[in-house]
Structure formats: structure tokens, C-alpha cells
């Protein structure tokens, strides 16, 4: 089964999908410019794209679907994307995050996968720079350099998040020291990866991840 077959199985919005691809996207562009020792294996690679590809299965839970419609100007059936909601409300609870793995544990992800679906999250940022585990840190900043409308640079989605949340970051407690210390972990991140890598930073385009993208889309497993 490919990745739009699973979108498709899930009933995964248009939007969700096209985050999940790009985020995707960045983490395999990252990965083929990585130079690591010992070098990130073929296995380790498709672990990490397929979690990137499944992290946010769960995100309709959180959406304020009229809001959204209405703050992004988006074409969607509100009325339809509520009932899907609700049924995933029914059968895997409130939390978007652990519906993600549960419903990548439904697709067969192995555990390795899981554990790095896990890693991704606003409370994760020291824990992530801190880890000697590179496919951690490459999933976590892959969802750094996407916002709502593609790829921007680390600083900017930091800001989107500020205002999106408004300052609060409900997923930490609404601490500002616990925001710092995330912003501060993902900006340690970004130096790590692009200490060992044979690219930069503001190579991560819309365009250096139009092809890789459109690649993924015939992801199997």
C-alpha cells in the first residue's frame, strides 16, 4: 500500500496530506545531504520518511475546521470534514498525537517508526538536541521548516507558532520558559544537521522539494 492509499484509507484532509508530504519531503532532502559516520542506512532513511509522512494523521482532532476555512481561505466542505472528525473523536479519542500512532501502528509502521513519530512535539526540543539520535532530530526539524503554506525558514515557523498559539503553547503547559527551551532546542538542532551536511539551511526550498515530494507520493509500505 502506498502513502496516498493510506491518506485515502484515513480519509486524511487535502491540507494534512500536503504538510505530511513536504515535511516529508525536507526530511529525504536532508537525508541524502547528511554526512554522518557512521552514514545513515536505506532502512534508517525510509523510517524516518515514513514518519514524517504519518506524523500528523491524527491533527484533524485539533482543527477548528470553520476557523481554519476562514483564517486561511481554504475550499473545504466544512460539514463533511466535521463528521469525519467526529468519527475519529469516537474511535481514537481527543488526542491528535496519539491518534498519529495509533493509527500508525494500524498501518503496520514498524516500532522504530513509532518511536519517531513520538519524538515530534512541542515539549521535545532540549530532549531532541540533546539526543545522540539523528533521525530524532531529522523528523523534528523536518516539521520545523513547514507551515501552513509550505516551506519557510525555521525563524519564521517559530513566529507562525507564536501566533497561532498565541503566546501559549497549550501543548506545554502554556509555560514561556518550556517555549524558550523548545525554540531554543530546534534552533541547537538545525546548527547539528547542518554541521554534518553537505547543504545549508536555506537550501531547504518549495522548489529543491517539488520533485521529492512528488516521489513520495508512490511511497510503499
Known sequence: MNILEIYKKYQTMPQLAEHQLRVAGVADLICAHITLTPALSRREREYIVLACLLHDMGNIL???????????NLDIDVEFWEKVKEEYRQKYGTDEHQAALIIAKEADASGRVIELIDCIGFNNGRTNAETEDFGKKICAYSDMRVGPRGIISLEERLADLRVRYNNKFHMMGGNDEARSEFENGLREIERQIF???KMKAGDITEEAIAPVKEKLKTFEF
Do not use: E, H, Q
Request: aromatic residues 8%; positive net charge; without cysteine.
Open 62 to 72: 485539533k482543527f477548528d475546521l470553520r476557523k481554519t476555512k476562514s483564517v486561511m
Open 195 to 197: 554541521r554534518s551536511s
